[in-house]
């Protein structure tokens, strides 16, 4: 399909066959490009779905926990009891604890509805990237972009009781929500530039509409606001449309402050708390290695996370020799967060954190600018070359689709074989199976991380509790076990990634009296009873 580019209008129908008959065959041929998009975005939504499928990470504790917590509470969330006398920023994010609160009123509290919270976040993610990049350079940079995301491992290597990378795939967390709604009001702004009239206006309203409600789900995306007029600009939308995609915008920060009176008493509640969130980091942090947080956090993690580094670069180029304005577009869209991003994590004072720039998922509302700047890049540098040269070369028929598939298919051999192993949740499931057999075990204890997962397998799917019994958590920073940790049996793993092990590396010694009770067939998960004298 040929796309119109910011620089040249398209050359429709109109021009050879006149008005009256070419009016007809521009919608025509519209409908169907309609139609082939929507088909497309369902396809790449079902894939983001298969592949949380495949990973099926279990529910995941501290920030997603709080987050379903608030959702379960929500309005009367108790500020001032734990955990929300420590962490109230999570909970201000209304885009992601509305909708939560929601599903777990029609699908119950339980994993089902949790699962289903995180597949409508990797959706939004998977398929933004895919309508963006589509808009500005094609149907098939779009799709090859969302299907690089799909399996990369910073999307795949998200698991703690296996090789944890980050948090993303299968994990109620803000970040891929917000970047995927930020990605689609993106897609209808450049649509928009290809619209007049009402057209045109609905599609600025949606955009606005789509960029404000990124706003409730990820805070800091507000930063990439302040680019909106250089956005139009780029796309030669009028100036006077910033006030069409700004009236939507200025719609859901009023609905926001309303909320956060009514529920909080203060309507800049979430604002505050985003503010105030942050401090001295745990990890070790200096000016220096604020600066290069886009660097570590695409290259210390993984390998792979090189390819967004090279994304940058060609765009960098691209731009330099075409001087397209979609290639401009994305790297405004790329510096505007990543600025603020860099500045705050450090660069202005090391020992005051507010955002933690060299962990990958804060730089989520990027990539699919990345990306669509590194195929756009290639597109446009493709299309310079002589057509004899390339006809002679046969780099359409034979040179440039060989390489492609090469490089796709090492690419892919590469993130498939990155994952060491699929542990999913089959272990979690065992345990629920246990527990429901075994209802004269009254008390388990466990680190607070394991005990946050654990309250999701103590009842079905549904959140229909199928064992009745206490859970005992207790801080697993703490230097030895704590006296109320040796009452009952005693959940235990190894944890993998990046997570400390409990109390310093305590592990049960069958030596001293620890017996084990039960264990999952993959040795994930471990339940040991405590030494005699130790419960007396």
């Known amino acids: 399909m040929p796309q119109t580019t910011a620089d040249q209008p398209a050359v429709t129908q109109e021009t050879t066959t006149g008005r009256a008959d070419g009016a007809p065959r521009r919608l025509i041929a519209r409908i169907r490009r309609s139609r082939r998009v929507w088909w497309l975005a369902l396809l790449v939504g079902v894939c983001a779905v298969t592949a949380q499928w495949v990973l099926m990470t279990p529910p995941l504790y501290f920030d997603p926990y709080y987050v379903w917590l608030a959702a379960r509470d929500w309005p009367d969330i108790p500020l001032g009891v734990f955990p929300f006398d420590e962490v109230p920023h999570q909970v201000t994010r209304i885009g992601l604890v509305l909708p939560a609160r929601l599903v777990q009123d029609v699908l119950g ?50 698991n703690p009781f296996g090789h944890e990378i980050t948090w993303s795939t299968g994990v109620m967390l803000p970040d891929m929500p917000g970047a995927g709604l930020f990605a689609i009001g993106m897609a209808a702004l450049v649509v928009a530039s290809r619209r007049e009239g009402r057209v045109q206006t609905k599609f600025l309203l949606a955009a606005g509409l789509l960029l404000g409600c990124s706003f409730l789900v990820r805070e800091f995306l507000a930063f990439l606001f302040l680019a909106i007029p250089a956005y139009l600009a780029l796309l030669r939308i009028p100036w006077r449309r910033n006030v069409t995609v700004g009236a939507p915008m200025a719609l859901v920060l009023a609905f926001n402050f309303v909320h956060n009176q009514i529920v909080w008493g ?18 070790y942090v200096t000016r220096g290695l604020a600066a290069r947080s886009f660097l570590r956090a695409m290259h210390d993690w993984n390998p792979l996370g090189t390819i967004f580094v090279a994304a940058l670069v060609l765009t960098i180029v691209g ?65 310079m070359i002589p057509d004899g040269l390339v006809a002679r070369l046969r780099l359409r028929t034979i040179a440039v689709p060989a390489v492609a598939v090469v490089l796709g298919g090492a690419y892919v051999w590469a993130a498939v074989t990155a994952v060491p192993e699929l542990p ?51 801080p697993h920073y703490v230097p030895q076990l704590p006296l109320d940790a040796l009452k009952g049996p005693m959940l235990y793993t190894h944890w993998r990634g990046q997570e400390s092990q409990i109390a310093g590396g305590w592990r049960p010694d069958p030596a001293k009296g620890w017996r084990l009770m039960w264990r999952s067939s993959d040795g994930v998960l471990q339940l040991w009873n405590p030494p005699p004298g130790a419960t007396g």
């Open 424 to 474: 999913r949740d089959k272990a979690w499931n065992q345990l629920r199976i246990y527990l429901g057999k075994h209802q004269d075990t009254k008390l388990i204890c466990a680190d607070r991380r394991l005990a946050q997962t654990l309250t999701f397998y103590t009842r079905d799917m549904w959140g229909k509790p199928i064992w009745h019994g206490e859970i005992r958590d207790f």
């Open 319 to 383: 731009f330099a020799v075409t001087r397209d304005r979609r290639l401009a577009l994305v790297l405004v869209w790329f510096f505007t967060l990543a600025v603020p991003l860099t500045i705050f994590s450090g660069v202005l004072d090391p020992h005051s954190i507010s955002l933690r720039a060299w962990l990958q998922r804060y730089w989520f509302g990027v990539l699919p600018a990345l990306l669509a700047g590194g195929f756009g890049s290639l597109i446009l540098m493709f299309r």
């Open 266 to 283: 203060n309507p800049l509640a979430g604002l505050i708390s985003a503010a105030e969130h942050g401090g001295e980091s745990r990890d």
């Open 109 to 158: 509290p339980g994993q089902a509805a949790y699962f289903v919270i995180a597949a409508l976040g990797g959706i939004a993610f998977f398929v933004g990237t895919y309508l963006v990049v589509r808009a500005l350079f094609g149907d098939v940079a779009g799709l090859l972009s969302a299907g690089i995301l799909l399996v990369h491992p910073f999307f795949t290597m998200t």
